[in-house]
């Protein structure tokens, strides 16, 4: 009975969680800026999600209220100028010749809108390709070739799984650097040359990660997800680098959730490749639920490299907007984490030493991860704050959610390596018999020539014998 009151009243508290207003200022000296955030209306009264620019560059986030009757512009830059960084000097640098890569399967609008985005970057030379994962449709190709296909490169993935499709990209890729992001963002015109320019200046990098915010905070599911600390990773650089492991990060490399995540990255090509691309037993679309884009990080990091964050690389994640969603995108996170450290370990045993070495310190890790926290405990508002900083509101549903999801991670990575290689059994069958088949065709033809050929011959040869005997 306990146990039914309190999720009614979590269920309570959650329809209580009102819609945030989502918009960037740009400070430019006394001069300031306001503007909706992408798809969004104007800014009224009420509580906004305010993105902080200086000199175009994101340099921190602010959560404000506009009164009745006041003016949100001069209202929101008072609270920036005091609670947000100074300008950000120099700009990021010559990026190379970079690919970027989308995975989407049925899901054309959202495709459309991320496509429009993507194609006004400002980043000097690159390509788009277009990953079409298992389609049950035709809808996605048909976009394409109607509407960008001069400018995007269509490819189809028949085998299903978000690491399938972005290994199917990979092999397409020409540029020296792949940026992978999804279907449902929004990118900033400098994303692009945010994310990569880096690449150019460090010759020992190989993957930087970027800012993900969300695009909308109209439902309470979204507004809670914001609150449990979103995709965000704060507003300061950093570079991670395994020759020198951080002092602050005790669990490096195996907390790959610190580095960013999939819907904003970027690999050199070279180094994506030499590790195998990722994992196709893990990611969405797979029984392991996730995990690639972390399995991705770890290699390339376990290899040698360094990876580096950036939060002037910025993209607008449009966050699933249902309780239904957040109970799925909960028990994914939990089973992504420990279906993709269970294939780091298969395909890396060698770092099972220091994998276990800090297995205490992970365990108390998780369990904050996914702690149960008081909804009255951030004011009851449920609203978004400090990113990566989970002391706001997080149901026992979602927290129990996450617990199982973990559990359940390393079973459905191995269930989704059992499937895949069902899937490449049967699609070498179908290679093999479609191969036969060529062959027996071919076999048939040439014997119809031979039989064409004695019959024109035989024939050649009545007609000479009869001319002879006339």
């Known amino acids: 009975m306990a146990r039914a009151a309190r999720a009614q009243e979590e269920i309570r508290r959650f329809l209580d969680i009102g819609a945030v207003q989502v918009a960037e200022l740009d400070l430019d000296g006394d001069e300031a800026v306001l503007r909706p955030g992408p798809g969004s209306p104007p800014v009224t009264t009420g509580e906004v999600f305010v993105l902080v620019r200086r000199g175009g560059r994101p340099v921190g986030t602010l959560l404000g209220r506009v009164p009745e009757g006041a003016d949100p512009k001069a209202v929101l830059a008072n609270r920036a100028r005091a609670a ?261 370990l298969v395909n890396r045993p060698a770092l099972l030493p220091a994998f276990l070495a800090r297995l205490p310190r992970g365990l108390a890790h998780a369990r904050t991860l996914t702690a149960v926290r008081d909804t009255d405990a951030a004011g009851g508002a449920g609203t978004p704050g400090d990113h990566d900083e989970r002391t706001h509101p997080w149901p026992r549903r979602l927290s129990r959610l996450q617990r199982r999801g973990m559990v359940y991670g390393p079973v459905g990575y191995l269930r989704a390596r059992y499937a895949l290689r069902a899937a490449v059994r049967e699609k070498t069958a179908r290679r093999e018999k479609t191969a036969q088949g060529e062959k027996t065709a071919r076999r048939e033809k040439t014997a119809r020539r031979e039989k064409t050929a004695r019959q024109s011959e035989k024939t050649a040869q009545g007609e000479k014998t009869a001319r002879e005997a006339r």
Request: proline fraction near 8%; include cysteine; hydrophobic fraction near 40%.
């Open 84 to 344: 947000c960084g100074p300008a950000v000097l120099g700009g990021p640098g010559k990026p190379p010749f970079t690919t970027v890569v989308v995975a989407t399967r049925e899901r054309a609008g959202q495709l459309a809108r991320a496509l429009d985005s993507l194609l006004a970057q400002d980043h000097p030379r690159f390509e788009i390709v277009v990953v079409d994962n298992a389609p049950v449709t035709d809808e996605t190709r048909e976009l394409i070739e109607r509407k960008y296909a001069e400018r995007v490169r269509y490819v189809c993935e028949p085998v299903p799984g978000l690491a399938a499709a972005h290994n199917a990209g990979l092999e397409a890729v020409r540029g020296k650097v792949v940026a992978f992001t999804d279907d449902d963002v929004v990118a900033d015109p400098r994303w692009l040359a945010e994310l990569t320019a880096p690449f150019a200046a460090d010759a020992g990098l190989g993957c930087s990660t970027g800012l993900i915010l969300p695009a909308r905070l109209t439902t309470p599911a979204q507004v809670l997800l914001e609150s449990h600390g979103g995709f965000a990773k704060g507003f300061t650089p950093r570079t991670y680098d395994p020759a020198h492991p951080p002092g602050d990060e005790p669990l490096f490399p195996f907390t790959a959730g610190r580095f960013g995540s999939g819907a904003n990255m970027a690999f050199r090509t070279a180094v994506l490749r030499s590790v195998g691309g990722f994992d196709p037993a893990t990611g969405a679309g797979t029984a392991a639920r996730g995990g690639d884009d972390l399995y991705g990080f770890v290699r390339v990091l376990a290899q040698g490299h360094r990876l580096h964050y950036t939060p002037y690389a910025l993209v607008w994640h449009h966050h699933r907007e249902t309780w239904r969603d957040l109970e799925t995108q909960a028990y994914g996170y939990g089973a992504g984490l420990t279906a993709y450290l269970t294939a780091v």
